[in-house]
């Protein structure tokens, strides 16, 4: 078949996903790969970097494989990634430690540290720059050998052409705001940590390099291919939402998860997803959304799930929908992986309120998907409150997740606003990573085309008794937050 596409990757935490889009936006084929989490100790969460390469080399083999499409018919690549991952590479190539990625929160001490500096509450052990700081004091060999400091988007374009660029959205040592690049030299020097280390810094759009020869054969491409900056998660998610232009509210449901705010450029802003020179992303998230609906699914449906798989998850939707909404009265804190101060903890984890006799695994399972709902709402108010975001008429939803009916209807019941999903709902953050090379390429204009040309498969609007239950729900969901935190921290603090 002789049409041009974009090769597109997206790059998450549980796996990697391929997919080939034409210059008009449109998804032709995909192709999907996954990879382990390793979890050395409770807090820590690390990914060996071979393994995306490894991952990205599998799909794109595979996307080819079986169908009539020839990969000189490639114009373009780009990668979308999952953001903050730490990994060391010597002047010869190797890793020399696995990627320390975003789940993370090792680095407690660390925050600590930078916290008595820089201000209390500014880190967390979960953030970027204390886990840089911990790879020098723990692991001093791995960061003194270290030729390049990468993440995950930098480490695959340099495997793919030999070029070391890390692109805006991904950066966080560089800055193209001079006022932001002063606070991470600040914040460099206080670590000791050389700013030579780091790769240099491009736009999403720029052209980063091109395959190389051994790149192609490894990959089932052909060399010369273009390979532009690509993009982190969460710009990727905006734009193939069709909300990255300022003011564009998005919700995404994936392993982790977020509101996200497109929001005008900040120079105050130290924890905010930059997009380009005029706006960045602000998002109020969640560690683990389909991390833990996985966790309660995998505990809650053993045999089903050895059984059947991802088709469980089907199974898991039609028994969630049995259960009216409020669970009878359950509600669950789904934050088993932890998550980020203020409204939350690195030190939070799950439980359950309320459980009774009357309660089966459908209604702790629906607790899961409510109580992930609620926590999203918290983030939204709280944005509302103390940054004066306007609170959106209508939310964008995408990722994963957003293939569950139940769970979509819970979200507009919850937030009380209609949720749209558009179509292929899981591949719109593969579309808006191609973004970055058809932009590149000259073929789109901006970002903000995909919005003008968005069609919507699926609308929930809320339905008033749901509303009911759940604003009753949430304010108990709210007083049970509040009053767990301190307990979380005082219990699992040392941890």
């Not at 660390?110 to 020098?136: C, S």
């Not at 306007?390 to 209609?418: E, F, K, R």
């Not at 009911?468 to 007083?479: H, I, T």
């Amino acid at each position: 078949m002789d049409r041009k596409f974009v090769v597109a990757y997206d790059i998450g935490t549980s796996g990697v996903k391929v997919a080939l889009i034409t210059p008009e936006g449109k998804v032709i084929a995909t192709a999907t790969a996954t990879y382990p989490l390793i979890v050395p100790q409770d807090g820590w969460a690390e990914q060996n970097p071979e393994a995306y390469w490894e991952g990205v080399c599998a799909v794109t083999q595979e996307v080819f494989s079986e169908r009539e499409l020839d990969p000189a018919n490639a114009i373009g690549l780009a990668f979308g990634t999952q953001w903050k991952g730490i990994i060391p590479v010597d002047v010869e190539g190797r890793v020399l430690h696995n990627s320390i990625i975003w789940l993370d929160a090792r680095a407690v001490d660390q925050a600590k540290r930078l916290n008595e500096r820089f201000g209390e509450g500014t880190f967390a052990g979960n953030d970027y720059w204390p886990k840089l700081l911990w790879l020098r004091e723990n692991r001093p060999e791995a960061y003194e050998k270290a030729e390049i400091i990468f993440e995950a988007n930098s480490y695959l374009k340099w495997k793919t052409t030999g070029e070391s660029a890390v692109d805006i959205t991904n950066s966080f040592v560089r800055s193209y705001d001079p006022k932001i690049q002063k606070l991470y030299k600040e914040i460099l020097a206080f670590g000791n940590l050389d700013l030579e280390k780091f790769p240099k810094i491009i736009r999403s759009q720029d052209l980063a390099g091109h395959v190389t020869e051994r790149a192609a054969e490894e990959m089932g491409l052909v060399p010369g291919i273009p390979v532009f900056g690509g993009c982190g998660d969460i710009p990727a998610i905006a734009i193939g939402s069709g909300c990255s232009d300022i003011g564009g509210t998005h919700v995404y449901f994936g392993s982790s998860g977020w509101v996200g705010y497109s929001v005008p450029h900040s120079s105050e802003e130290l924890y905010i997803s930059p997009f380009d020179a005029e706006r960045d992303i602000y998002i109020s998230g969640l560690n683990a959304i389909g991390l833990s609906l996985n966790w309660a699914v995998s505990r809650l449906y053993y045999e089903e799930f050895k059984e059947m798989g991802a088709g469980v998850f089907g199974l898991v939707n039609e028994e969630a929908a049995q259960v009216p909404p409020g669970c009878e009265d359950l509600l669950a804190m789904p934050w088993f992986y932890g998550e980020r101060p203020p409204l939350l903890s690195e030190n939070a984890r799950g439980s359950f309120w309320n459980l009774g006799t009357q309660h089966d695994r459908r209604h702790m399972t629906r607790a899961v998907m409510e109580g992930i709902c609620y926590t999203l709402k918290t983030g939204a108010l709280h944005c509302k409150a103390s940054r004066g975001y306007v609170w959106p008429t209508q939310l964008n939803a995408i990722g994963g997740g957003s293939a569950s009916d139940v769970w979509m209807q819970t979200l507009a019941n919850v937030m009380n606003m209609p949720v749209c999903v558009p179509y292929s709902p899981r591949h719109a953050g593969a579309v808006g990573t191609a973004y970055c090379a058809l932009v590149g390429l000259g073929l789109r204009q901006d970002f903000s085309e995909i919005a003008r040309t968005m069609e919507f498969e699926r609308r929930f609007d809320p339905q008033p008794e749901a509303v009911a239950v759940y604003e009753e729900g949430f304010a108990k969901f709210d007083r049970i937050r509040r009053m767990l935190l301190p307990l979380f921290n005082e219990n699992n603090g040392s941890l």
